[in-house]
């Protein structure tokens, strides 16, 4: 269990102001935020790099907060791997067991069984200039894991990689978490990353955490405009909330999961909402009449923007597109369930 | 009518850029080519030459040995940690090198001649005054900024968080420094002691000052040129001049080798 307890750093250019967090015992726990939010920064103090200004930092039980970096047991591996360039493969890997001057066949062994788990084990007599980006982050993760830390803190690992190369890779964290139990915590901007390896995510913003809780709640409940505009909750409106459980957004009458009184923003994911051309069933949903203004093709998906009193996006698939027949001018209906309209108190800094 | 003026302004440029290295070259090969082969050999043999042979290189390598082993502590805090009076610290320890070593060796003359500072140094045993030990005091003086800069950029050069890592796998400050740092630091660190050494074998203003020009003394191979020429010994002069050249020209090239490559991490 790694406890964050109201940490603040100042380093002039990126700061952390009062970051509470607690990740438990091989959970996978996700930081998502914007450049420049402090991700870095806070990873940086959990491993002992900055002592911070005030708070502590609590690892299974044991107060770190003015442990030196060396005696923590955290591993740490950056975006851009930092694999000692001086070093083979197998020296960086075995770097850490060096430091703490362990007998060298023990050194050997433990270097193959962690490259082994990694897929390195032809490349421990290379040195890293001669290494692929997805081969070096390979051999970063293991230089960490060697060392069986108590946690795992990985900065962006999978952003300077090629598409391909992060999936495998992704992949990888994912039967690698699964294999060693480590608790990992990762910072990453992709979504994809989030879905495929979060336990629980937190979402940070200036220095600060504005959100935290499952992959789902921060992407379908969030609790900020902060937070439903950073997840790309494209419907995003200001009205005026009822205990009952319907907002009032202008003169639309929209009926959510969960009510509360006074100003509210309302927030709603474009792929929750379903299009067609002629009008369905009521069954409890919140039906909509607009026209198709626009026609958006990106990838995979097709974006489609009605105005129904309110500009709505709508994201369909590509087979969903066709089936639907729409284009620009067309009369259409929107529907969704109350329960992908949500509710929370408008402004940036979350309810917490 | 426009790509003709871009040719003719790269025509300009470059036969300028020739020019002077034509000129360069001339000036250079007057003094090699000056005195014939033989009379060169015989020069080179000679006891006086022999000697500032061996002094130069023995004061040289003695001075940048101390200069390596100042401007790595200083250019390494300069280059990661930040404290008061830092920016001071930056220039201050550059104006050796903006100084006229004329200057800087009566600074030193002075420091070590008449200031009780000196006098206490000189009664426990360290003369220098008009010492070979002057000679290295002088060289170690005048060409500590050119190690501390080199090595100064060498380590800005290498990304903090490589130590960053050293330390969550175990390694102190010091360990981090030692194990990583340096290692990747080695070119840079060797370009600067070579730039700083091959600047040290031909210190000549500052040595001249606090070190005197006494034949077979104090006479490294600069002040060896200066003393032969001023007394009409040409040839001898030359000979120190040829071996001056041929030092130089060799360090500009390990330099150039070995310095460019400490931007590759």
């Known amino acids: 269990m790694l406890i964050i307890d109201s940490v603040s750093k100042d380093l002039g250019e990126f700061r952390l102001k009062n970051v509470s967090l607690s990740v438990g015992d091989s959970e996978y726990f996700i930081i998502l935020g914007p450049t420049g939010a402090g991700k870095t920064i806070l990873l940086e103090t959990i491993a002992g790099i900055y002592g911070p200004d005030s708070g502590r930092i609590i690892l299974n039980d044991r107060d770190i907060t003015d442990v030196p970096a060396k005696d923590r047991n955290i591993g740490m591996v950056y975006q851009d791997y930092m694999l000692f360039p001086h070093l083979t493969v197998e020296e960086n890997i075995g770097f850490g067991l060096k430091s703490r001057r362990a007998d060298p066949d023990f050194i050997h062994g433990k270097v193959q069984e962690s490259a082994e788990l990694l897929n390195i084990s032809h490349l421990l007599h290379r040195h890293p200039g001669t290494l692929s980006g997805g081969e070096q982050q390979r051999t970063a993760i293991a230089r960490a894991l060697v060392m069986e830390p108590d946690a795992l803190l990985l900065d962006e690992p999978l952003s300077a990689l090629d598409v391909k190369t992060r999936e495998s890779l992704r992949g990888e964290l994912a039967r690698i978490h699964e294999a060693t139990g480590t608790t990992i915590i990762h910072i990453t901007h992709n979504f994809e990353e989030v879905f495929d390896l979060a336990d629980r995510v937190a979402v940070m913003q200036q220095g600060s955490v504005i959100q935290v809780g499952t992959p789902d709640e921060i992407f379908r409940k969030p609790n900020s405009d902060f937070v439903a505009d950073f997840v790309g909750m494209e419907n995003l409106f200001s009205g005026e909330g009822s205990p009952g459980g319907i907002v009032t957004v202008e003169h639309l009458q929209i009926e959510v999961e969960n009510g509360m009184p006074g100003p509210v923003s309302l927030a709603i994911r474009p792929e929750d909402i379903h299009l067609s051309k002629t009008a369905p069933p009521r069954n409890g949903k919140n039906i909509l009449s607009g026209c198709v203004r626009t026609v958006r093709q990106t990838g995979g998906i097709v974006r489609i923007g009605v105005d129904a009193g309110l500009p709505f996006q709508v994201s369909l698939t590509r087979q969903g597109f066709e089936e639907a027949g729409v284009g620009p001018g067309d009369l259409v209906y929107l529907s969704f369930w109350p329960s992908v309209a949500h509710a929370y108190p408008p402004g940036d800094s979350g309810g917490t | ?265």
């Open chain 2, 1 to 265: 009518m426009k790509r003709r003026n871009a040719s003719r302004f790269k025509a300009a440029t470059v036969v300028v850029s020739l020019l002077i290295a034509a000129f360069i070259v001339l000036v250079l090969l007057g003094v090699v080519t000056h005195s014939p082969l033989d009379v060169f050999i015989e020069c080179l043999l000679s006891e006086e030459i022999q000697f500032a042979i061996r002094l130069s290189i023995l004061t040289s390598v003695i001075s940048t040995l101390f200069c390596i082993l100042v401007a790595v502590p200083v250019a390494y805090a300069l280059a990661r940690y930040t404290f008061p009076g830092k920016f001071l610290m930056n220039m201050v320890m550059d104006i050796p090198m903006a100084l006229p070593p004329l200057v800087a060796g009566v600074g030193l003359l002075l420091f070590f001649g008449v200031s009780p500072m000196g006098k206490s140094l000189a009664a426990m045993g360290l003369t220098f005054v008009f010492t070979p030990l002057g000679i290295i005091m002088a060289q170690f003086f005048v060409n500590l900024p050119y190690m501390l800069r080199v090595a100064r950029s060498t380590f800005q050069n290498v990304n903090p968080r490589y130590e960053n890592v050293a330390k969550t796998l175990g390694c102190t400050d010091a360990q981090a420094f030692w194990r990583v740092t340096l290692p990747m630091s080695w070119n840079g660190l060797l370009a600067g002691a070579v730039i700083t050494w091959s600047k040290g074998i031909g210190e000549f203003g500052a040595a001249l000052m606090l070190a005197g020009a006494t034949r077979m003394k104090t006479e490294t191979l600069p002040l060896s040129l200066f003393l032969n020429m001023s007394t009409g010994k040409l040839e001898v002069g030359i000979s120190a001049a040829t071996i001056l050249i041929l030092i130089s020209i060799v360090s500009l090239y390990v330099f150039e080798r070995y310095g460019g490559s400490t931007h590759a991490y």
